[in-house]
């Protein structure tokens, strides 16, 4: 097949999303199928305009943006790319980019799919303006990339739920996966303690530093944890602006306590997660949870999970089955989770065998995705 993944972001950027399109993507062309990418140039102004990469082409074309990356509008369509595809398959339907390049698409009577994402989620939002002004945008968006697509594509059961239940419309779960590296790969604790120096016990956070990922509830978390268990430490690791949790920590007394690593190649993140007591997701509303491939990588190296019971995370993760459920935006009860598991090492042991039986590689989700994509009329 000819398969032609949009989205407005691609490789250098990182995020949940795009490495999900980047792993679905490569395992596709692994096996053998033609395999391009259409995305704008925003965050790869350094890399090429087309150029492949792992077996998959991709084409980054001129666009623009009103300040938003959702609104992100392409000046041009690639068409030559889009005319002779099997499939074009859009990721997220907020995403301006995505919908006018699946429109361009079944214009041009190419068979269509759209993964919708995040359905009806910004009610939760913390901005008002967002709250008032995005549920237009999202509304008017949602029910435009149901009329162009073939094939209605979500990750997250609360999507299907909404969808089948608001709008009448069916569609096909497909999560995401993990690398067979993360499920197979052995124990890399020590050489993680190591490298950092951390000898004590700790938990960590792995994400985008974005306010709406909630790192500020877990450093006041922390704080009050650490009362009971001063040796205790955050490792947080991703990409993002430290400077205002890092100050936060500091006004909390407890700057020392919280470690910074930034982004990280793969095996620093599977020591990361092998040598900590258990993965912290504390996003504070529905927008910023779709799927989190970071809880699967979790449940991979047999650690449990806490987070808050935001977006897709409840639908996963069940409150003493394979992780701990907590409140947004409640520091107590998140530091609370976190002594619970620093006291129960039996019960932090059983959430994480749980957890790993959820788990799909990219390879079997591809051969889900393949299905998926016959499916249309």
């Known amino acids: 097949m000819k398969i032609v993944h949009v989205h407005h972001h691609y490789y250098p950027v990182v995020g949940g999303i795009e490495r999900a399109i980047q792993n679905l993507a490569e395992e596709l062309a692994k096996m053998g199928h033609e395999v391009h990418v259409i995305t704008s140039r925003f965050g790869a102004e350094n890399r090429p305009k087309e150029e492949v990469i792992n077996g998959v082409y991709v084409h980054r074309i001129k666009a623009l943006r009103l300040r938003f990356a959702d609104l992100t509008y392409p000046l041009e369509y690639a068409e030559k790319v889009i005319r002779d595809a099997d499939i074009?398959?859009?990721?997220?339907?907020?995403?301006?980019?995505?919908?006018?390049?699946?429109?361009?698409?079944?214009?041009?009577?190419?068979?269509?799919?759209?993964?919708?994402?995040?359905?009806?989620?910004?009610?939760?939002?913390?901005?008002?303006?967002?709250?008032?002004?995005?549920?237009?945008?999202?509304?008017?968006?949602?029910?435009?990339?149901?009329?162009?697509?073939?094939?209605?594509?979500?990750?997250?059961?609360?999507?299907?739920?909404?969808?089948?239940?608001?709008?009448?419309?069916?569609?096909?779960?497909?999560?995401?996966?993990?690398?067979?590296?993360?499920?197979?790969?052995?124990?890399?604790?020590?050489?993680?303690?190591?490298?950092?120096?951390?000898?004590?016990?700790?938990?960590?956070?792995?994400?985008?530093?974005?306010?709406?990922?909630?790192?500020?509830?877990?450093?006041?978390?922390?704080?009050?944890?650490?009362?009971?268990?001063?040796?205790?430490?955050?490792?947080?690791?991703?990409?993002?602006?430290?400077?205002?949790?890092?100050?936060?920590?500091?006004?909390?007394?407890?700057?020392?306590?919280?470690?910074?690593?930034?982004?990280?190649?793969?095996?620093?993140?599977?020591?990361?997660?092998?040598a900590s007591i258990a993965l912290v997701l504390p996003s504070v509303c529905n927008y910023v949870e779709v799927f989190s491939i970071v809880i699967s990588e979790a449940w991979a190296r047999n650690k449990p999970v806490i987070a808050s019971a935001v977006g897709e995370i409840p639908y996963r993760v069940k409150h003493m089955t394979n992780g701990l459920l907590v409140s947004p935006k409640n520091p107590k009860a998140l530091a609370e989770a976190m002594i619970m598991l620093l006291q129960n090492k039996e019960l932090a042991i059983k959430l994480g065998v749980e957890g790993r039986k959820e788990i799909m590689t990219w390879r079997e989700i591809a051969i889900k995705m393949l299905n998926a994509y016959k499916s249309y009329a």
């Open 88 to 274: 074009v398959h859009g990721h997220s339907q907020n995403s301006l980019f995505t919908v006018k390049v699946v429109e361009k698409a079944k214009g041009l009577g190419v068979k269509t799919a759209i993964y919708f994402m995040a359905v009806d989620a910004l009610y939760d939002h913390p901005n008002p303006l967002v709250r008032l002004l995005g549920s237009f945008y999202a509304s008017h968006m949602l029910r435009q990339a149901i009329a162009l697509s073939d094939t209605r594509l979500v990750k997250s059961f609360r999507d299907l739920e909404i969808l089948r239940n608001r709008y009448e419309v069916e569609a096909i779960y497909v999560p995401d996966g993990i690398s067979e590296e993360i499920v197979n790969a052995p124990n890399m604790a020590e050489e993680f303690r190591e490298r950092y120096r951390i000898r004590e016990p700790f938990i960590i956070y792995i994400g985008r530093l974005h306010r709406l990922k909630g790192i500020d509830v877990l450093i006041k978390a922390m704080s009050i944890a650490v009362k009971g268990y001063p040796r205790l430490r955050a490792v947080i690791i991703g990409p993002g602006d430290q400077r205002p949790y890092r100050e936060l920590a500091q006004r909390l007394g407890i700057e020392d306590n919280v470690v910074f690593l930034g982004y990280v190649d793969e095996k620093t993140k599977i020591g990361a997660l092998d």
